[in-house]
């Protein structure tokens, strides 16, 4: 009867192991926006490993630039991949994620043929794609230009060779720089910093997070 017994609890432990290894606590998945720019990818990558390293899966989303920011501040996504501190203005949900990502060029992409200066900038003849937030880094500097309103970075560069317009603001990185130099001539305007951001309900994860990115960051600069 004894050896019965210790039998039937024997197999009830096993069982229940056996249950217990096959129902794993699912990996939860961040969903994050950012602006379609061709240069994007290798910054989401650095993103994806910082929520890999604390054990999350990472979905990313390509949305209009104040589109992007409006879904992070409602909770409607959790983050988004990197933005301008100005852009962030009237958003009161968002945190910043510190160190900032990179620290990035913001330039005046001029079609060949047409003059490219600072100058034109202060011309109110003068027709330059821009968003509202890259605007805010250089509206202090004479800016009098008529601003033809994008959200969407991907079609800029497009717009131009198509000859609607001569001239666009545009965001590079040093690599993405030399491809546009082949293209059309720039101008230096500023350049700004670049920050991920969460939506606050992440907020218990600032401090991982900011110390995942940091080592990333560090181990990107010493490659």
């Known amino acids: 009867m004894k050896l019965s017994h210790c039998l039937t609890f024997a197999l009830s432990v096993f069982c229940f192991s056996s249950v217990a290894e096959k129902v794993k606590t699912p990996v939860k998945t961040f969903v994050i926006t950012h602006v379609s720019h061709p240069g994007i990818e290798k910054y989401n990558q650095l993103i994806r490993e910082m929520y890999q390293s604390i054990g999350y899966k990472v979905r990313f989303i390509p949305t209009p ?19 301008i501190k100005p852009s962030l203005t009237g958003f009161d949900n968002l945190i910043t994620v510190m160190p ?10 001029c079609v060949k043929g047409v003059p ?17 937030g890259v605007i805010s880094l250089i509206s202090d500097k004479g800016f009098a230009a008529n601003i033809v309103l994008s959200e969407r ?22 690599q993405f720089k030399q491809k546009l130099v082949k293209e059309f001539n720039i101008v230096e305007l500023a350049n700004p910093y670049f920050y991920h951001v969460i939506n606050k309900k992440h907020k218990l994860l600032l401090r991982e997070l900011e110390n995942k990115l940091s080592i990333l960051i560090n181990k990107l600069n010493n490659e």
């Open 100 to 109: 900032p990502v990179k620290n990035l060029e913001l330039i005046l992409v």
């Open 116 to 132: 490219c200066t600072r100058n034109v900038l202060q011309q109110e003849s003068t027709q330059v794609i821009s968003s509202k």
């Open 153 to 174: 970075n991907d079609l800029v560069l497009d717009l131009l060779k198509a000859g609607r317009y001569y001239y666009a603001t545009y965001i590079v990185d040093k």
């Open 65 to 83: 630039v104040l589109r992007g920011l409006s879904l992070v501040n409602d909770g409607i996504v959790d983050a988004d991949s990197f933005r």
